[in-house]
């Protein structure tokens, strides 16, 4: 890949790039608010037991993977993808905040369930509308910039829920949360404003086009990349394998509390490492960003399978998934948006969303149940494993 020229590198970030940024930062803030309250609002305000929570995130975590490869199809005309980014971010924020206002569990399921679809819903439109406006030699900041955004508000929503807890309750905290959300769909209308004018394209049925997306580089770039997401768990893993090393000696609120110290700091390694992750994807390679990505997240693995019994210890193996998780989001969406074909981007970007969601659900689900029937150190041997095999299919890919 080319050295991009210093005029590219000076006009990458634009009102655009910055609207859409500015978006994921709010969004992120607003969703977390509902999501840190969650659990409290179910098992002590309506009295829910625990399996009811699992339920309700395993449902809308399953529609909001399916609304992702849905999006994509919708996502690949340009006009269409400009109203569906501005509904998803609404309906999210609106449907999010009025759990609050639930008076019985099945009330929090449908909320929840709907705004984790509309969530999924905008995915592959923001990803492509960004595409859009941003020339090629910069995707991998401008991903990165975005990444960085959405992490940064991962750490300020449970942050602000836990103040506004403080100052006037759970139900209020949720109900507020409309407020980033909404603005988060303002910023959105600002960026669009500042894109260039939409083609104008004769209108199609919607088709999600997985074959044409699957052909050529891109297609063999996916192999390596299911691999990946097939052993990527969700964080809350990495959350209870703390609590249980650091949890004797100790009293289990005092586990818990170190332990999500450990995940505020992954969450801060990887907003630091997605801006210059995606630099040097445009410098170099977004596959060779990938690649260290998927090695980092390897060697993070076989940490949390040592099982390093102390806080100092468990630090480093967070901060290499950290700044592995910010790799890897960045150098994803990066490379499709430089291989897709133009009239295909959304569909692209649904595909690659939808193997993100399915893909770690399989793999939170088959590593919990290694973890129960063996041990957490088999669990974390077959993660592992995975990485193994996406390096693989990701070398191989680029050699071709």
């Known amino acids: 890949m080319t050295e991009p020229t210093a005029e590219t590198s000076e006009r990458w970030l634009t009102p655009g790039v910055r609207g859409i ?27 829910a037991p625990a ?14 993977g399916a609304a992702r490869l849905a999006g994509g199809a919708i996502a690949d005309d340009p006009q269409r993808r400009r109203a569906q980014a501005v509904a998803g971010y ?28 509309a969530r999924g819903l905008r995915v592959p439109a923001r990803n492509a509308l960004l595409a859009d406006i941003v020339p090629a030699s910069a995707y991998g900041r401008a991903y990165g910039f975005e990444r960085a955004m959405d992490n940064l508000g991962a ?5 602000l829920a836990l103040a506004l807890v403080g100052l006037v309750g759970t139900r209020t905290a949720i109900a507020l949360s409309i407020i980033p959300g909404l603005l988060a769909a303002l910023a959105i209308v600002y960026a669009i404003r500042h ?48 609590s249980e090393l650091l949890a004797p000696g100790r009293d289990q609120d005092r586990a818990t509390q170190l332990a999500l110290g450990l995940y505020i700091a992954y969450n ?16 170099r390679s977004a596959v060779l960003v990938l690649v260290l990505g998927v090695a980092l997240f390897g060697l993070a693995y076989a940490g949390f399978a040592a099982g390093p019994a102390s806080v100092l210890a468990l630090a480093p ?61 088999v669990a974390f041997a077959y993660l592992v494993a995975w990485m193994v095999l996406a390096l693989v299919g990701l070398l191989l890919a680029e050699r071709r």
Do not use: Y
Request: net charge positive.
């Open 195 to 242: 894109a260039p004018r939409a083609e104008q394209r004769e209108l199609k049925p919607l088709r999600l086009r997985v074959r044409p997306v699957l052909t050529g580089r891109l297609g063999r770039l996916m192999v390596g990349v299911s691999a990946f997401e097939f052993g990527n768990v969700a964080a809350t893993l990495l959350i209870l394998r703390a």
């Open 51 to 64: 399996a009811a929570l699992g339920l309700i995130e395993g449902v809308s975590d399953g529609l909001a």
């Open 90 to 117: 609404t309906t999210t924020a609106v449907l999010s905040s009025l759990i609050g206002a639930a008076t019985a569990v099945w009330q929090v399921a449908v909320l929840r369930a709907g705004a984790w679809a």
């Open 317 to 377: 193996w967070f901060i290499a998934a950290g700044i592995a998780i910010g790799c890897v989001e960045t150098a994803e969406h990066a490379a499709v948006a430089a291989l897709a074909p133009v009239e295909l981007r959304g569909s692209a970007f649904g595909l690659l969303a939808a193997v993100q969601s399915f893909g770690n659900l399989a793999a939170s689900a088959i590593a919990g149940l290694l973890w129960t029937l063996a041990s957490p150190r």
């Open 21 to 47: 940024g500015t978006a994921s930062f709010l969004a992120d803030v607003g969703h977390e608010i509902p999501t840190a309250l969650l659990p409290n609002l179910l098992t002590v305000t309506l009295g």
């Open 155 to 159: 750490i300020g929503g449970p942050l």
């Open 268 to 283: 801060v390694a990887a907003t630091v490492a997605s801006l210059p992750a995606g630099r040097l994807g445009d410098r």
